[in-house]
T-cell receptor, first 110, second 114 residues
């Protein structure tokens, strides 16, 4: 079955460490997105990519980085520059306004 | 400012009662409109969407939504709520000027009491 796989489901890191969240899709979608979810704030766009080897900053890109070397993969790195990285992270992909979401990664920084 | 507003952070309804979740948007042109549902710790599931045409849209799980251009609203309704409907609901829009990026409201947490 086609879908989006995010791994791991739970991630714990020490403050000051970089961490990479995985997002893989087998839907053949061109566009992929990373959202951050905090209670009471909905989902906020971190980065998005419309095509391989190209990506753009979203509304809250500071402290994050991405790559899009393959159509299927869009990993997100949370760097030590992100002031408050503890959150729920959702990856999505789309084609023609049809969006598919992964099941999310909960990152806790201690 | 351009935004999506869900004015109710929490709503509690009795099982079997009707439900309406509100959503307003402020964009120049009518965007594409969506409602999603999220169970705790899970991804988002699409309930319904509106692109054009009939302003009353039917979705999954017995939900429907009505688009009202004059009020810039896209409210979600269900005639009779079930305990399994307890979840968080998000209204989202894809503004024409944003390409195909989704902009989300803050969400409404639905509690169902028996």
């Amino acid at each position: 079955d086609g879908g989006i796989t995010q791994s791991p489901k739970y991630l714990f890191r020490k403050e000051g460490q970089n961490v990479t969240l995985s997002c893989e899709q087998n839907l053949n979608h061109d566009a992929m997105y990373w959202y951050r979810q905090d209670p009471g704030q909905g989902l906020r766009l971190i980065y998005y990519s419309q095509i391989v080897n190209d990506f753009q900053k979203g509304d809250i890109a500071e402290g994050y980085s991405v790559s899009r070397e393959k159509k299927e993969s869009f990993p997100l790195t949370v760097t030590s520059a992100q002031k408050n990285p503890t959150a729920f992270y959702l990856c999505a992909s789309s084609i023609a306004y049809g969006y598919t979401f992964g099941s999310g990664t909960r990152l806790t920084v201690v | 400012a351009q935004s999506v507003t869900q004015p109710d952070i929490h709503i509690t309804v009795s099982e079997g009662a009707s439900l309406e979740l509100r959503c307003n948007y402020s964009y120049g042109a009518t965007p594409y409109l969506f409602w999603y549902v999220q169970s705790p710790g899970q991804g988002l599931q699409l309930l319904l969407k509106y692109f054009s045409g009939d302003t009353l849209v039917q979705g999954i799980k017995g939900f429907e939504a009505e688009f009202k251009r004059s009020q810039s609203s896209f409210n979600l309704r269900k005639p009779s709520v079930h305990w399994s409907d307890a979840a968080e609901y998000f209204c989202a829009v894809a503004p024409m000027e944003y390409g195909n990026k989704l902009v989300f409201g803050a969400g409404t947490i639905l509690r169902v009491k028996s």
